[in-house]
Nanobody, 120 residues
Framework: QVQLVESGGGLVQAGGSLRLSCAASGFTFGINAMGWYRQAPGKQRELVATIKNDGSTNYSEFVKGRFTVSRDNAKNTVYLQMNSLKPEDTAIYYC??????????????WGQGTQVTVSS
């Protein structure tokens, strides 16, 4: 059974930092990529950052230079270090994994979301 367990959200003042973690389990046939998306009230879910098995990363223009995505492949865990946070970063952050729980099916999986609130 696939599980994505997120932690690390909370309330922080503008300019502060937070670190999100997401531990994945149940991917019997491997993980291709992991990362983070976010959804602010009244807006669509958007990419924050992703990281593939080879370590290559992709960042939203809105977070580039402030956020860093990393991954511990041995633990199937992805992290998001968020620095210089701004009020517009306030959103629910969702862990994302592209992986195989069964041999012939590669699909996207989502965590339950963790709230990040940045006060001005």
């Amino acid at each position: 059974q696939v599980q994505l367990v997120e932690s690390g959200g909370g309330l922080v003042q503008a300019g502060g930092s937070l670190r999100l973690s997401c531990a994945a389990s149940g991917f019997t046939f491997g993980i291709n990529a992991m990362g983070w998306y976010r959804q602010a009230p009244g807006k669509q879910r958007e990419l924050v950052a992703t990281i593939k098995n080879d370590g290559s990363t992709n960042y939203s223009e809105f977070v580039k230079g402030r956020f860093t995505v990393s991954r511990d492949n041995a633990k199937n865990t992805v992290y998001l270090q968020m620095n210089s946070l701004k009020p517009e970063d306030t959103a629910i952050y969702y862990c994302y994994t592209a992986g195989r729980a069964s041999l012939f099916t590669l699909r996207d999986y989502w965590g339950q979301g963790t709230q990040v609130t940045v006060s001005s």
